[in-house]
Structures are given as structure tokens and as C-alpha cells.
T-cell receptor, first 114, second 112 residues
């Protein structure tokens, strides 16, 4: 059973517009969430994270929103740039339960069109 | 500033052959991980080592073994490769409690 779901395999956005990537989770024990970005032929790189005690975290053009009641988080990129074109993975962990393992979603491929 | 180094970058094996994927990190991290990435499947944890001297199974451990050789190195061994193990393998490291894993650039393995 997939515990972290990214239901959109791909997303295309015009340069300068907002990109919204979505992620849903089913495990109530998850209390820490991250987004990773991956370019072809490279390993994933950490982008931004959020703890379950918060509902928003910002880092420059990137903002992650967490809705615990809906078990949903989203990554907003504003404004989108061509260099943002990559695969974005949502990941979650049950840190409070002592687990340091990350469970990843299947990824969403973002294409930013110049 | 190497971070996490994986060798080899590419490998083709015949069914039944064995091989070891090497991973080394220079960030003094305690924890290390092996993931595989398959098309449409995301990243799935194979094995992890929370600290030197310990290893534990992840989500998809069958057909693999690991060795935490020292704090820096964590290897993944395929004893008898199968076509189902064709995948891209990523090694990662982190400190306990820190989830911003640092990943290597991956090993693309094809089993024919």
C-alpha cells in the first residue's frame, strides 16, 4: 500500500507562473515531510521540509503547505523558472516514532516552458 | 567536497552473476541508506545503517545484502543478479534526526 502518493506524474507550467505540486499521505504517524528535486543522471537533492507542528514553510521561491487534517501537502514555486524543470519527490517520516527512514512518493515531473 | 560517492556509475550483469555496489561519504554522517529507483515506482528503501555496526532491512531487501564497512563506507551486494534487479541504485547519508539526506549520483544497473 502506497503511503505517500503523488497522483500527478507530470506538470507543465509557463515560465513566471506558479507551479503547484501535490502530495497525499496515509500514515498518521508521519510527522516530518520533505521535498526533493532530481535532475536526470543525478541524485535527488533536498529542497525544503516541514514539521507537522507547522502548516507552512518558506524558502525563497519555494513554499510548502501542510494540511494535517486532509493528510495533504503541496509545494508552491513562484515564479517558476526553466531551471526548475526536474522531477520532484515528496517524502515523509515518522520522526516522533523514532524512525529516520524516509518514504518517498513516485515523483512529479515538472516542465517549465520558457 | 565529494559528498557521497558511488561506484560504478554503470554496470551490465548477466543473470546469476554477483557484484558489489560501493558507497562512501566524507561528511562524517552516522546513517547511510540504499534506495532503488524504478520507472513509475519512486525511491524504495532496500537497506539502511543507522550507525556504524548496525544494518536493517528496508522495504525491498530480498536479493540483497549490505555491509557497513566503517563509518564512511556502506556497500550493497547482489549475490545472484536477476532481471528484476535492473534499476538505478542510490546511496544516501545523513545524521540521525536530520532528514535532508545527501544522495550519490547513482549506479545504473542492467541485468540481462
Amino acid at each position: 500500500d502506497q503511503q505517500v502518493k503523488q497522483n500527478s506524474p507530470s506538470l507543465s507550467v509557463q515560465e513566471g507562473r506558479i507551479s503547484i505540486l501535490n502530495c497525499d499521505y496515509t500514515n498518521s504517524m508521519f510527522d516530518y515531510f520533505l521535498w526533493y528535486k532530481k535532475y536526470p543522471a543525478e541524485g535527488p537533492t533536498f529542497l525544503i521540509s516541514i514539521s507537522s507542528i507547522k502548516d507552512k514553510n518558506e524558502d525563497g521561491r519555494f513554499t510548502v503547505f501542510l494540511n494535517k487534517s486532509a493528510k495533504h501537502l503541496s509545494l508552491h514555486i513562484v515564479p517558476s523558472q526553466p531551471g526548475d524543470s526536474a522531477v520532484y519527490f515528496c517524502a515523509a517520516s515518522a520522526r516522533g516514532a523514532g524512525s529516520y527512514q524516509l518514504t518517498f512518493g513516485k515523483g512529479t515531473k515538472l516542465s517549465v516552458i520558457p | 567536497n565529494a559528498g557521497v560517492t558511488q561506484t560504478p556509475k554503470f554496470q551490465v550483469l548477466k543473470t546469476g552473476q554477483s557484484m558489489t555496489l560501493q558507497c562512501a561519504q566524507d561528511m562524517n554522517h552516522n546513517s547511510m541508506y540504499w534506495y532503488r529507483q524504478d520507472p513509475g515506482m519512486g525511491l524504495r528503501l532496500i537497506y539502511y545503517s543507522a550507525s556504524e555496526g548496525t544494518t536493517d532491512k528496508g522495504e525491498v531487501p530480498n536479493g540483497y545484502n549490505v555491509s557497513r564497512l566503517n563509518k564512511r563506507e556502506f556497500s550493497l551486494r547482489l549475490e545472484s543478479a536477476a532481471p528484476s534487479q535492473t534499476s538505478v541504485y542510490f546511496c544516501a547519508s545523513s545524521d540521525p534526526g536530520f532528514f535532508s539526506y545527501t544522495f550519490g549520483s547513482g549506479t545504473r544497473l542492467t541485468v540481462v
